[in-house]
C-alpha cells in the first residue's frame, strides 16, 4: 500500500511539474518575443500604418493552411482571410500625413480591419491559454484550431460588414 500511494504521489507530482513548466514556457514565448505586446500597441493605437498592418501579417503564419480539409468559422479558415486581406492592405497604397514627414497611414476601412485583426488574435489567444489546464496533461493538447468557433464567427461577421459583404480569400474580391 505505501509503495502504491508513493508511486500516485510521484506521478501526481511529475503531471504537475510538466503543467506548470508548459505555463512558464508559453509565458516566456509570449514575453520575448513581445508578440502579444506588439499586437496591443496596435490594437491600440489611433493611425494605423503599413508597419501596424505587417505586423499582425507577421503575427500570423506563413504561409496559408491547405482548403482541403478546412472547417468554415475556424481559426485556421480565417487566418487564411486575414492572410488575404492584410496582403491586399500590405499592396495597396497608403494616404500621406498631411503634418508628417514620412509616415503614410492605411485608408478607414483597413485600418478597422487591422485593429479588428489584433484584438481578434489577442483574444483568441487569451482564451486558448484558459482552457489549457491541469486536465490538458492527461487528454493531450487539444488541436481547436479547425473546429468552428463562435469568436471566429463574430470576427468575421463584423469584418464582412466593415467590407461590405466583400472579403479577400472569402468570395474572392
Known amino acids: 500500500m505505501v509503495i502504491v500511494s508513493g508511486l500516485v504521489g510521484a506521478i501526481l507530482s511529475a503531471l504537475i511539474?510538466?503543467?506548470?513548466?508548459l505555463l512558464g514556457r508559453n509565458s516566456s514565448l509570449d514575453s520575448s518575443s513581445k508578440w502579444r505586446e506588439g499586437l496591443l500597441n496596435v490594437a491600440s493605437k489611433y493611425q494605423l500604418t503599413k508597419d501596424?498592418?505587417?505586423r499582425v501579417r507577421s503575427s500570423l503564419r506563413m504561409f496559408?493552411?491547405?482548403n482541403k480539409d478546412i472547417v468554415v468559422f475556424s481559426f485556421d479558415w480565417f487566418t487564411n482571410i486575414?492572410?488575404?486581406?492584410?496582403?491586399?492592405?500590405?499592396?495597396?497604397?497608403?494616404?500621406?500625413?498631411?503634418?508628417?514627414?514620412?509616415?503614410?497611414?492605411?485608408?478607414?476601412?483597413?485600418?478597422?480591419?487591422?485593429?479588428?485583426?489584433?484584438?481578434?488574435?489577442?483574444?483568441?489567444?487569451?482564451?486558448?491559454?484558459?482552457?489549457?489546464?491541469p486536465n490538458?496533461?492527461?487528454l493531450g493538447?487539444?488541436?481547436?484550431?479547425?473546429?468552428?468557433?463562435?469568436l471566429v464567427k463574430?470576427?468575421?461577421?463584423e469584418l464582412w460588414k466593415i467590407r461590405?459583404?466583400?472579403?479577400?480569400?472569402?468570395?474572392?474580391?
Request: net charge negative; glycine share 2%; proline share 0%.
Open 17 to 21: 511539474a510538466i503543467y506548470v513548466s
Open 52 to 54: 501596424d498592418a505587417q
Open 64 to 66: 496559408k493552411h491547405d
Open 82 to 133: 486575414m492572410i488575404a486581406e492584410l496582403e491586399k492592405i500590405l499592396s495597396e497604397h497608403s494616404q500621406k500625413c498631411n503634418n508628417c514627414s514620412e509616415e503614410y497611414f492605411l485608408k478607414s476601412d483597413d485600418i478597422k480591419v487591422v485593429r479588428l485583426f489584433a484584438n481578434f488574435l489577442l483574444k483568441y489567444h487569451y482564451e486558448y491559454q484558459s482552457e489549457m489546464g
Open 136 to 138: 490538458q496533461l492527461i
Open 141 to 150: 493538447k487539444k488541436k481547436r484550431n479547425n473546429q468552428e468557433n463562435d
Open 154 to 157: 463574430e470576427t468575421f461577421e
Open 164 to 173: 461590405n459583404q466583400r472579403v479577400k480569400g472569402f468570395n474572392d474580391e
